[in-house]
């Protein structure tokens, strides 16, 4: 397989009031691989990150889409690959503005994707991935949460929660996108098990994902609690389907 172009890498990177971070979040990801272009998709943050974002588009490599409101992490980056897939793009990662994705590890999820990847995953619970700064309750949750979507889905990935990730352009044409729903954590086990569905290939790179130094996490009750019965529900779904087919085999 040919390299793909990295001129032809959009990052995106949503935002709510992230003033503190997302210009040094952009000043990395632009040292470190110098060819992809930004988009910031931002979520009309109160605290002006758009309006910082659209200084930052002075670089003719970064580019802003300004949404109506806060409307959850999902739509952003649905959003965003539209915006993305709309303009020629042919591989798109996601990647969160606090700094918990560094930009310094980018160009080894690039190459997973030069290798022939479909979808590469920056995984924290693979040899070689770590946290830092992290409570043993974060560890516990996220840990355990993964290991709860391998068991009701049925595949063999270590961090399907994992929100720093890469997808090809087919990939995404290929996954019924319309029809994604879920938001938080959630988007991105249920665009895991999609592309998994659909047979397309995943790759997971270790990464060390580091807490943010500034700002309030996302994280909340609501997210959690939407995980937690999105994935009960494609899991029973998933066994139903596999109790199906074993019966109608017999």
Same mark, same amino acid.
């Given at each position: 397989m040919e390299g793909i172009a990295l001129s032809k890498t959009l990052v995106i990177i949503p935002t709510f009031n992230e003033t503190e971070n997302i210009a040094g979040m952009v000043g990395r990801v632009r040292s470190n691989t110098p060819d992809v272009d930004v988009l910031i998709a931002d979520d009309n943050s109160p605290d002006g990150t758009g309006d910082l974002a659209d200084v930052l588009a002075g670089d003719s490599q970064v580019f802003v889409l300004?949404?109506?409101?806060?409307?959850?992490?999902?739509?952003?980056?649905?959003?965003? +690959?539209?915006?993305? *897939?709309?303009?020629?793009?042919? !591989?798109?990662?996601? *990647?969160d503005a606090d700094g918990s994705h560094r930009p310094e590890e980018l160009p080894a999820l690039l190459a997973a994707t030069e290798r022939g990847a479909d979808v590469v995953i920056g995984s924290r619970w693979v040899t070689g991935g770590s946290v830092v700064n992290w409570p043993r309750r974060r560890k516990v949750l996220s840990r355990g949460g993964n290991i709860y979507v391998r068991m009701m889905l049925g595949f063999?990935?270590?961090?399907?929660?994992?929100?720093? =990730?890469?997808? !090809? =352009? =087919? !990939?995404?044409?290929?996954?019924?996108?319309?029809?994604?729903?879920?938001?938080?954590?959630? +988007?991105?086990?249920?665009?895991?098990? =999609?592309?998994?569905?659909?047979? +397309?290939?995943?790759?997971?790179?270790?990464? !060390? +994902?580091?807490?943010?130094m500034h700002g309030e996490s996302k994280m909340s009750g609501p997210i959690v609690r939407e995980a937690l019965w999105r994935v009960t529900a494609w899991g029973l779904r998933h066994r139903y389907e596999q109790l199906r087919s074993l019966v109608k085999r017999r």
């Open positions: 300004h949404r109506a409101a806060k409307n959850g992490l999902g739509a952003a980056y649905l959003a965003g +690959f539209a915006w993305g *897939m709309d303009r020629g793009y042919e !591989t798109f990662v996601e *990647m063999a990935i270590h961090d399907a929660t994992g929100g720093y =990730r890469g997808y !090809t =352009r =087919r !990939t995404l044409a290929g996954l019924d996108l319309h029809e994604v729903e879920s938001q938080g954590y959630c +988007f991105q086990v249920d665009l895991t098990r =999609r592309a998994v569905a659909a047979g +397309f290939s995943v790759a997971e790179v270790p990464i !060390t +994902f580091v807490e943010r």
